[in-house]
């Protein structure tokens, strides 16, 4: 199970009091951005197994990189 909620204001104050197992029993990721060169090579292990020419391959993983970096 996932929830995600923004970590202000008094709703998550209030859930926490009355639920404490939510802080007790959740473990929290924090999900920073990854650095271009590891897109990349993600990227490209995925599209290896592809037929695709070296040109196109090179422009699907610009869009792959390219979405990731504007989320």
Known sequence: MMIL???????LRSLIRN???L???TSIDWFMQWPKEAL???GSYFLASTDFD???RNKILDVFVDAH???
């Open 19 to 21: 639920y404490p197992s």
């Open 54 to 56: 070296d040109q196109t």
């Open 5 to 11: 909620m923004s970590p202000a204001g008094e709703l």
């Open 40 to 42: 990349e090579k993600v």
């Open 69 to 71: 970096e504007q989320s």
């Open 23 to 25: 802080v007790n029993c």
